[in-house]
């Protein structure tokens, strides 16, 4: 099968070329397509998704959930341990693991639960999981114990894995589900202080620097752990972190009454929003992830107090940060390639596969849930209209999406 490109645009090296007109071979035995004043990426790579399998397949499946990577343009993607079984014995992490030999369709790389049901009480079996996963979280839960979280880095040290950490003092969340705001305070929601985010954080940063533990962090929303983690790089700690989509381009003044804005950290300020921004063009804020978090649709059908947390985000991530932050110069296209590609290989050691997707930025589309390939449609961009459409994804020499 031959793809054939026509003045189209590469990201190589962290450029963007000039047109030019090229072909590729890949082994798949596929019809030869097309394509003309197109982009061609690297193939993304997300750190942050939940796949749901096994034990909540009714949310998402490794299925479902890899072919709606593949629409978005990933063929790497890092599924978090809130699971059941939870990922924190080889045996356990074995049935996710089978799951997703038999169903992705592209590479999943799973995390690894910290402690014992990711229950914050005793490590998990750190040593014989490290050779199975990317490295160890807690996700959805923050580990609360400061001596834990010592012993925990001590060990992955020495493991020479990292530590992807879900900073949340549960302590100072108080029933909280929005941020803690102007909007919370109008319509009489219960807020998500955001020191429940920094302080853990500011934890984290001193043990990191005791222990030398290479560390990461999940979904930072807020500009004092921007700030906090722009110190600490001056530093010279082993520290890195993510922020989503939903962070740079949303804040409380978008919120509505609606499950599908509820999400963990919360939308926050349009100053936090702005930190953010500012990170990833300083090189405080390293990458992007989506943070993926599918929900049954009587889960998110309940408002802000009752859905449950999280918004999906593999078919929307591009083409939202494209139109949001490229288009009106916010953010150089090459950097936002390098947030989605380079960056979270290097960091997490995931190998540059030669994978690409192929994207056409011009042709304006309104993001319509109905049509995600995820069996989660909760987005708090339905209804958006957006450029930035991935229009063939490959994977190991297969095509693994093609726009119709």
């Known amino acids: 099968m031959k793809l054939y490109f026509v003045n189209c645009r590469r990201y190589v090296n962290g450029r963007i070329e000039l047109p030019a007109s090229f072909e590729f071979d890949i082994p798949d035995n596929g019809e030869d397509k097309y394509f003309t004043d197109k982009f061609i990426f690297p193939a993304f790579c997300d750190v942050h998704v939940h796949l749901r399998e096994p034990g909540f397949s009714y949310k998402e499946t490794v299925a479902s959930g890899t072919a709606a990577a593949a629409r978005g343009g990933f063929t790497d993607v890092c599924t978090m341990p809130n699971l059941s079984p939870v990922p924190d014995s080889a045996a356990h992490m074995k049935q996710q693991l089978d799951i997703i030999k038999r169903d992705a369709r592209v590479r999943v790389h799973p995390f690894a639960a910290l402690t014992v049901g990711e229950k914050g009480q005793e490590p998990a079996a750190l040593e014989e999981l490290a050779p199975l996963c990317i490295g160890f979280s807690d996700d959805g839960k923050g580990v609360q114990s400061r001596s834990l979280m010592l012993e925990l ?38 807020g998500i202080s955001a020191q429940s985010e920094w302080r853990p954080i500011a934890r984290d940063l001193e043990l990191a620097a005791q222990t030398g533990c290479k560390y990461h ?188």
């Open 153 to 190: 880095m001590q060990r992955v040290k020495k493991l020479g894995s990292i530590i992807s950490a879900h900073c949340e003092d549960e302590a100072l969340v108080q029933g909280g589900y929005i941020n803690k705001g102007a909007y919370a305070l109008a319509h009489g929601h219960a």
């Open 217 to 404: 962090v999940c979904h930072v929303s807020c500009r004092e752990s921007v700030e906090l983690l722009r110190r600490a790089k001056a530093a010279g700690l082993d520290v890195t972190c993510e922020t989503a989509p939903h962070y740079l381009l949303l804040d409380e003044g978008s919120l509505r009454e609606d499950g599908r804005f509820k999400m963990n950290p919360p939308l926050r300020t349009r100053e936090d929003r702005t930190a953010l921004i500012d990170g990833l063009l300083d090189g405080t804020v390293d990458m992007i992830a989506t943070d993926h978090a599918p929900h049954a649709p009587q889960e998110k059908s309940r408002g802000l107090k009752d859905s449950l947390m999280g918004v999906t985000g593999l078919e929307t991530a591009f083409a939202a940060l494209y139109t949001g932050l490229v288009k009106p110069g916010i953010l150089p296209l090459e950097k936002l390639v390098y947030l989605m590609t380079d960056a979270p290989r290097e960091r997490f050691g995931i190998e540059k596969s030669g994978d690409i997707c192929v994207f056409d930025t011009q042709m304006p589309f309104e993001v319509r849930p109905e049509e995600f390939l995820s069996m989660g449609k909760s987005t708090p961009f339905a209804g958006k209209t957006v450029q930035g459409k991935c229009l063939i994804t490959v994977c190991g020499g297969k095509t693994v999406w093609t726009e119709n």
